[in-house]
């Protein structure tokens, strides 16, 4: 008898074949430090055109835990993520990004952490920056557990770099919405919908700092720290408006955002060196992205009236 899945890891990858090494060696070490855990690995290939595929393969052979291949031809972070879930079978399903380094304890702590948690969770972990060399962003450093507020909005709270959940939040939240995350329309913010939608359904959502991944994302440029939030705050304002009739926590979040201006000039944030005015940057590209969530959605509107 196949014994049952205890841990599914889900990571997703695009034209990576060279630094995924890390990443994978790293799954290995985890999953042979845990005892009494069954683990077992989906690697989601979203249509790589380097040597990923045979990379992904290669390194599958030499493993005793289970270890499924998913290729999903249609670029985006979160139809890959969608792709792989359809082949998770852990009674938890944790997520990493192909650039992250797992801690040896990984699969126990993610374990003991939802010994900690009763009923349907989503637990993140922390996220430390893999090379001094990078600009400190995408990290999570918080050193204690956590709980999200069930009235706010997400975002940040924790990130899907490191982030798992009981198998039966899927039933309670559906999956990923593709129009949000890398390769789609709205950039990023797959993660905060899934939260979102978790917590308005009851969901508890944690952070536990004791899930530790090392994050080597590679952005040392200003201009790449300044796109990358950019891109943040783009996908959180189309989550405003994709959310503003139904659901008033998102209304409460713009208020929240428009007042918070103010902090530009009595607490400002300097830790962003292409950024003078962070608040009001946050806002400007929140509205750029509720307005093009509208604006696709009044195009697809008109023309199923002119059809």
């Not at 009001?280 to 002119?306: D, E, P, Q, V, Y």
């Amino acid at each position: 008898m196949t014994a049952a899945i205890d841990v599914s890891l889900l990571v997703c990858t695009r034209n990576r074949a060279v630094s995924l090494t890390a990443a994978l060696e790293s799954v290995e070490r985890a999953a042979a430090y845990t005892r009494n855990t069954t683990v077992e690995v989906v690697l989601v290939d979203n249509d790589s055109v380097d040597g990923t595929p045979q990379r992904l393969t290669e390194w599958r052979s030499r493993q005793t835990f289970p270890v499924h291949l998913v290729h999903e031809p249609h670029p985006g972070l979160a139809r890959a993520r969608n792709a792989g879930l359809a082949h998770c079978t852990g009674r938890i399903i944790a997520m990493t990004d192909d650039d992250c380094v797992l801690h040896q304890d990984y699969f126990a702590a993610v374990c003991a952490a939802f010994e900690r948690a009763s009923g349907p969770a989503i637990i993140g972990g922390r996220i430390l920056l893999g090379n001094p060399a990078d600009l400190p962003v995408t990290i999570k450093l918080e050193d204690h557990p956590m709980v999200a507020p069930s009235r706010g909005f997400p975002g940040g709270f924790i990130m899907g770099a490191n982030l798992a959940f009981t198998a039966d939040v899927l039933r309670l939240t559906g999956c990923f919405d593709e129009r949000f995350g890398a390769g789609a329309p709205f950039l990023s913010a797959e993660d905060t919908d899934f939260l979102f939608r978790a917590a308005g359904s009851g969901v508890a959502i944690l952070y536990d700092p004791l899930m530790v991944v090392d994050h080597h994302h590679g952005r040392r440029d200003i201009e790449d720290e300044t796109r990358l939030l950019a891109g943040y705050s783009f996908g959180d304002g189309a989550l405003y408006a994709k959310y503003l009739v139904s659901d008033r926590r998102a209304l409460r979040a713009i208020v929240e955002d428009i007042l918070a201006v103010r902090f530009d000039w009595t607490r400002p944030v300097k830790t962003h060196a292409g950024i003078r005015k962070f608040y009001w940057f946050r806002l400007r590209h929140k509205t750029r992205g509720f307005a093009c969530f509208w604006w696709i959605a009044l195009r697809r509107n008109m023309s199923r009236f002119i059809r």
